[in-house]
């Protein structure tokens, strides 16, 4: 069965900085790009980024590019996403996802909340 | 950059209705469009791919067309269990943007 398991919830102060993880499971992790999607409170997904654990490529959006970083580790079958920086703005729901034809598996979701 | 809009924004219908949500990317994707349903509170559920390839255990009344810009789901018999939000997504190439999604309600 093919998982994907998410860090838990943080709760962090402006400034700080912070890395959230996802760690797949029973399949080959190298093998399938993993994207990272935010969900802002009450609002839609937005697609930030996706990595290939395989070779460590990664692609940004746009609106993310420069504001967070992506990276992989395939010996420990994880991705990351981090911040150096955090702001209030950054409160949301953070879903790591594996990329097959669409995205066919979700991570359960990462809250992360920013908050003086 | 590529871009996805979906319509209406939200709907409201009836138990049995057929209900219809269209999405329309701003370049050809060919037919790498995925369609997700999220109930309040969950994780994004893939329900279709490859515009109207229906994901393994989702029922029948869900279904998908279209290919290039121009895309729809489309839902025969609305059930209580389909009240959600809707987002489609370009997978063709990045980035893999989503829809502002479509709250269907009942």
Request: aromatic fraction near 12%; hydrophobic fraction near 30%; glycine fraction near 10%.
């Amino acid at each position: 069965e093919v998982q994907l398991v998410q860090s838990g919830a943080e709760v962090k102060k402006p400034g700080e900085s912070l890395k959230i993880s996802c760690q797949g499971s029973g399949y080959t992790f190298a093998s399938y790009w993993i994207a990272w999607v935010r969900q802002m409170p009450g609002k839609g997904l937005e697609w930030m980024g996706i990595i290939y654990p395989g070779d460590s490529d990664a692609r940004y959006s746009p609106s993310f590019q420069g504001q967070v970083i992506i990276t992989a580790d395939k010996s420990t079958n994880s991705a990351y996403l981090q911040w150096d920086s955090l702001q209030a703005s950054d409160t949301a729901i953070y879903y790591c996802a594996r990329r097959r034809d669409g995205y066919e598996n979700w991570g359960q979701g990462t809250q992360v909340t920013v908050s003086s | 950059d590529l871009q996805m809009t979906q319509s209406p924004s939200s709907l409201s219908a009836s138990i049995g209705d057929r209900v219809t949500i269209s999405c329309r990317a701003s370049q050809g994707i060919t037919n790498y469009l995925a369609w997700y349903q999220q109930k309040p509170g969950n994780v994004p559920k893939l329900l279709i791919y490859s515009a109207s390839t229906l994901q393994s255990g989702v029922p029948s009344r869900f279904s998908g067309s279209g290919s290039g810009t121009d895309f729809t789901l489309t839902i025969s018999g609305l059930q209580p269990e389909d009240v959600a939000t809707y987002y489609c997504q370009a997978y063709y190439s990045v980035p893999n943007p989503f829809g502002q999604g479509t709250k269907l309600e009942i």
